[in-house]
């Protein structure tokens, strides 16, 4: 047997990205439907008024910001775009500064979400069986208990941030565990979770260097992984075959990064939007202290309502759709979270309803690029609510205006300030 | 009444296994999948409407019979 090898020269052997840069336009935005971005704090405190807006007046805004982009606010729309990945690419998936050569495609930098037909659906073959309904159930139990000892540190307090000290740790341990990372590094995680998503509109050096971070600390772990295998998902990739062979070695960092920053932020907003929307309303949480069984349904509601992830896509080639003059490599802004707030999908579209019954939202996207994670995703949400309304069932905002929102494709609460216990 | 999953239009969601546990399962990649012949025994109508009504593919199909 030959000694793998495949890591051993780190990434950056592969020379310098290739692909286009624009200019980094910031500031107050001047029209939404004409100069949107997703990056600036008036999106970031509050985009659901700026998406109902713009769904009643455009409904496809435009922006000449990264280089030049478009948003769709209605259901109909963001669903068409998702099918279509003849017309749309997902060669990268960050609205950015940065559009990455057109010969990354079908690959991308982290496969499968990356990815285009039909490589996509191989790379993505590898990864579901780790990832259905009963392959996380197995993690359950865990989780339940780190839940339980989160909030075991936080007594005697009666002012917490539930997003930095609950909300954040919850999904960081449960990736880390599966991919087979040692736990105490779960700090770093944040920061590379906040550089890949939140520092879009840093200058590139700076974004560059933060993701090499990322990388070098990547192909650590995979080297320990290569040297002492183990059951593990980071094992699991290193030993992957696909069409006869072990994958790339891009391929394999790039998934593993995809999994570690796309599992993160996005449940860590999803448990923090929820309990936002309990403390601030008492009703809503009363009745699923007193009624536990509704908390499924009561969970697809605030994820519809709050749903914390939007995707891009890359146009490939100038086209006029519905109405839009698309040109090759404009952005598509995919929010499923305006989708999920179409009047015309959903009934009391902006209320929350906890006890909806249908509910067709989108949270975790549409067509082949379903999120991977939603059943891991789901199971986190579920137990975390689960222990902190059973241990905590009294809570409320502490400063209303001290919560803050990450801004950029993955929304949710960053500062979360809870009052804890009586009134 | 009858169900069935439009294997082009599934993508895993799973809202089908998780409301009506009795009408559907997941397979080992996730998707979602009819044991038997789909038919719905009485008492799980209700179940298999709402499945339906959830599935956000729009994969599941309902046949209601006479
Ligand atoms: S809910 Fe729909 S997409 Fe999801 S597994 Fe069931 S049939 Fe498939």
Redesign the pocket.
Known sequence: MTVDDRFTGGFRKQGPPAGTRNEIVTGPVSDWATDFSHLEPEWAADPYPIQDDLRARCPIAHTGRFGGGWLPTRYEDVAAIAYDTERFSSRSIIMSNYRPPAETAPVGATPPISSDPPFHHDARKLLLPAFTKKAVARREEATRAFCHSLVDALEGADVVDAARDYAQHIPIRVIADMLGFPPEDGPRFSRFVESALEGVNLPPEERMARMDELFDYLYDQIRDHVDNPRDDLTTYLVEAELYGHKLQPNHVAGTIALLLIAGIDTTWSAIGASLWHLAKTPADRERLVAEPDLLPTAMEELLRAYAPVTMARLVKEDMSWRGADMRADDWVLLSFPAANRDPEQFERAGEVVIDREVNRHVAFGLGIHRCVGSHLARMELRVALEVWLERIPVFGLADPAAVTWAAGQVRGPRTLPLRLGGA | MKVQ?DPG?????????DLAPGL?EEDDE???RVPGDGAVPPGQEQAARL?AA????R??VLTEEA
Do not use: D, L
């Open positions: 999953i239009r599934c993508q895993g969601h799973g809202r089908c296994y559907f996730g998707y979602g499945a959830n599935c956000p593919e994969a599941v």
